[in-house]
């Protein structure tokens, strides 16, 4: 009876920006991004890359429930976390064509 | 260890495998994926399950409904109907926008269908209503589907009327959906019927000629027992007639330049489209035999559904995939060798196949001498970890099972609109994306944090 509309759990919000990053004033070099309307999918892989980085010191994540908040990955780093985030870019884009490739030379389609 | 990026990415090359193990149908595919982190197969999972877009209706018009089913009910129903449509060859609804800021319903986003089924009084009286509104149909260019027991029967029919007209069913079969509109049109309908019926009937009691047709309907279903009718379900003398309703009643209402871009076939022709097999082409129910609604004489279903484009994450009817699932490859390790006995029952109390017994030559040394036989692993891939060995004195002692936690096993089994394989493919395109947008904005609300810092 009280429940939300389905797609509210993964359409924004009008006044939701996708992400918000915002600096943690009591850690140095830490900060907090939250990503808006997204799940485990993304984060929990986000996560993990996250903590192979060797110059990142923390990275967590939490996902309240969704009647309560949107989801939000701490991440602690020293230097540039931007470039950090371009090494993800990077890492996880070429998995995934690599990936990809393996995929036509195995014949996974039909 | 080392874990920069660029040696992240270097030891991903090298151990990164996929291998497709087995297709144990057209539909289910069954691979491997090593070297990658839960995370990543997770994610893979999640995608193949909720975010890949399917088409399925979504929005039912309901003009008519006099059924037992309710609205909603029916709607429901409808909703769950998987389509064999290729959902990458339609758009999304809600990007094309007019000035009114309302997002308009294309041909490249939606697919309509249309459900217009009466009941008859009985069962001569209903093919009467079928095939009267055959020319129609036609006309208007709406695609039926084919009764897939009728189809395999050959068009039979039960008491042997108008099998040849079944045969050639394509775009064909209303069911006095456009009399029922009309009052006038209606009453015409209704007397006309009427006629015929008293013709048809012994000039005896009504209720004897209902008992002999019951009677020759009982004869005839004994010796078509394989085929069931797809209209009696139980065989009473005094049980009323009831219509089933099936997918194949779904007309197919072509917009636009569907009927180019998924032409219809001829009825020689069979396609074989992603895993199933269609004789008539265009969009169409992947099952044309999924039950609907049931309908009693008199009762008229008329709706008019819109399917469009979704994700499983909207509602689980748009998830393309019956189940994507993976398990980790099991790890048994054999720590004191098992011989004999042991041995045997330790086969035994395995899948099979997953332990072999190898026998030992006469002139062994140590520890093996002295015994026939000892257990090896050979096939941990079949093992379904139930710890069955558990239970045996000695065996508990000498086996360790464990999980090797980067060597996934998934099964994906599609509903039928795109291939398994395809699936997994678009699971990482979407993977990709995703992981591109998220980066990239959490790029963006950084540098603009920065900035303004």
Known sequence: MNAPERSACFLLDDDEEKVEYSVDTKVSNAGTFTFNKEDHTVANLLRMQLLRDPAVKFAGYMHPHPLVAPVEVLSAAIEDLSNETDHLITQVTDAIDKWKKENDQVGLGM | ?453
């Open chain 2, 1 to 453: 260890a080392d874990t920069s990026p660029s040696t992240f990415l270097a030891a991903l090359r090298s151990d990164l495998r996929i291998r497709v193990l087995s297709r144990p149908d057209p539909r289910t595919l069954v691979f491997e994926l090593v070297g990658v982190d839960a995370s990543f197969a997770n994610a893979l999972r999640r995608i193949m399950i909720a975010e890949i877009p399917t088409v399925a209706l979504e929005y039912i018009y309901m003009w008519n409904n006099t059924g037992l089913i309710h609205d909603e009910v029916l709607s429901h129903r409808l909703g769950l109907v998987p389509l064999n449509v290729d959902p990458r060859l339609f758009d999304e609804y809600g990007l094309d926008v007019d000035e009114n800021g309302e997002a308009a319903a294309t041909d490249r986003n939606t697919v309509v269908f249309r459900l217009n089924v009466a009941c008859g009084r009985n069962e001569r009286e209903d093919e009467r209503l079928e095939r009267k509104m055959e020319e129609r149909w036609r006309n208007e260019g709406l695609v039926r589907g084919l009764d897939p027991k009728k189809a395999n029967k050959g068009g039979e029919q039960e008491e042997g009327s108008g099998s040849s007209k079944k045969k050639k069913s394509k775009n064909k079969k209303n069911k006095k959906g456009k009399a029922k509109n009309e009052e006038g049109a209606k009453e015409e309908d209704e007397e006309e019927v009427e006629e015929e019926d008293e013709e048809a009937l012994e000039p005896s009691v009504m209720g004897l000629s209902i008992a002999d047709k019951a009677a020759s309907h009982a004869a005839v279903h004994a010796a078509s027992n394989a085929n069931v009718g797809t209209t009696i379900a139980i065989d009473e003398p005094s049980r009323p007639f009831t219509k089933h309703i099936y997918t194949h009643h779904l007309l197919w209402c072509p917009q636009g330049d569907q009927l180019e871009r998924f032409p219809l076939h001829n009825d020689d022709a069979t396609t074989t489209t992603t895993t199933t097999t269609t004789s008539i082409g265009g969009i169409r129910p992947i099952h044309e035999d999924i039950l609907l609604a049931k309908l009693r004489p008199g009762q008229v279903i008329e709706l008019e559904a819109h399917a469009r484009k979704g994700t499983g994450k909207d509602h689980a009817k748009f998830s393309p995939v019956a189940t994507a699932s993976y398990r980790l490859m099991p790890q048994i390790e054999i720590t004191r060798p098992i011989y004999d006995d042991d041995a045997e029952e330790l086969v035994n109390w395995f899948e099979p196949g997953v332990f072999s017994l190898l026998p030992i030559p006469s002139d062994a040394e140590g520890e093996d001498a002295g015994h026939r036989v000892k257990a090896a692993v050979s096939n941990p891939y079949a093992c379904t970890m139930s710890r069955n060995f558990m239970r045996h004195p000695v065996l508990k002692e000498r086996i360790k099972m464990s999980r090797i936690p980067n060597h996934f096993i998934f099964e994906v089994e599609s509903v039928g609109m795109m291939a398994p394989g395809v699936i997994v493919a678009e699971a990482l395109k979407v993977l990709k994306e995703k992981c591109e947008r998220v980066v990239g904005l959490a790029d963006e609300s950084l540098a603009a944090m920065m900035g303004g810092v």
